[in-house]
């Protein structure tokens, strides 16, 4: 939880109440607020000095967080922290002050002496203020992207993942909703095999009919048969008969009678006009 | 001038004890160890680094110059390390004592030389004489041989000591000019500054590039003995 000292400060309250009991085993401070470790500058130090090494197991989880933002800090050197420590007494000016009359008195009283070394450090030490301004900023973004590729990759790996498992509820859903439709299948081939077997009946019922039709229709056509071979015969017994009794007399009786008919025709014919 | 000049090169000690161990030791501390998956930015960058280098050194080795890989990495580290802090003002450079030197080269030389005459016995003995050479020259081109492999270690710590040695003695002498030229004419001194800044970048390269070439002429005695 970030309160008022802000993130990556010394959180003094943090301190004095959670890290505390790291530190001793058993927990001893863990009813009282130790005032030492308020203290903004030396609390670090104090925290550390009676920090025990070694007296347990280290406690793995869970590990406490890196702080995001280093502290601040005044000319790459100085906490700001001190700053604050002197300003009640001195104002703002008075770290400034201080730096400067500290190095004008070992400068005077030749505690610091200035000897080729001074040229060399000069050189080196701006050599090395002038490639952290330049470069500071892109070699801090490049470790970033470092960090970021790495945390890219273990994503994908669990986006794969999650999507794979994705991919086979779906799947799996897929099935199913086909399972629900499969009875129309079933009924499409239930029809068919009724339409096959309606079929099947059908045609050996037309073929019973149709050989019951020839049975039936070849004793009808013995009957016809039959009848005009009865018929002819009565026919033929009854001319044969007709003609043998009729005697030669009767026969020539018969014609002379047509003749004399026809002759009557004859002469009433040509009275009639032709049409 | 109350100190002459080769009093940074003496080994420092403290009320009679020698610190030079502290020294050495120290510059341990600035390569943290990766405690989590995502650490900060300096154990990413030497991470990365550290990546880039052993994956381009121990690329020609096969699997046994390869079980080396720890050594190695160590070795252009610290020497690395301990050269670019030399660079500080008032600093102490162990790199310049030849006695440390040695102590590194002759102890990696020589396992690179036990290593190959123990495993490849033949092969190392025939690094004695280079392919066809005439016959009369034999016996003396196997003397040349041993000479030029028995001065390996020497040359590697020499290499290194004088490199440093006088790179940090230019550096001094020359701001010594600058110190003495103030005086005299500004001018001069600015100028003689300006070649002090350029000689404080190549010192710069020069310390990287010496720890490169010391790590990697062991790599290459390592990969003709594997």
Redesign the interface.
Known sequence: SDGAPGPGHWDADAAAGGLVDLAVPGGAFSGRRAPCLKNPVLGPGVLQAIRIFHTRQPSLAPIPCVPEYGGKVCLGLIPKEFFQFLYPKTGVRGPYVLGTGLILYSLSKEIYVITAETFSAISTIGLLIYVVKKYGASIGEFADKLSEQKIAQLEEVKQASIQQIQDAIDTEKSQQALVQKRHYLFDVQRNNIAMALELTYRERLHRVYREVKNRLDYHISVQNMMRRKEQEHMINWVEKHVVQSISAQQEKETIAKCIAGLKLLAKKAPSQPVL | ???NLFA?FAAPSMMGLPIVVLIVMFPSILFPTP????????I??Q??LIQLTSKQMLAIHNQKGRTWALMLMSLILFIGSTNLLG????SFTPTTQLSMNLGMAIPLWAGTVITGFRYKTKASLAHFLPQGTPLPLIPMLVVIETISLFIQPMALAVRLTANITAGHLL?????????ALINISATTAFIT?II??L???LE?AVALIQAYVFTLLVSLYLHDNT
């Open positions: 001038m109350n100190e940074s405690n989590r998956l995502i650490n900060n930015r300096l990413s960058i991470q990365w660079l500080l003002p008032h550096i001094h002498l020359i701001g010594g000019a600058t110190l500054f002090l800044i000689l404080t970048i710069f």
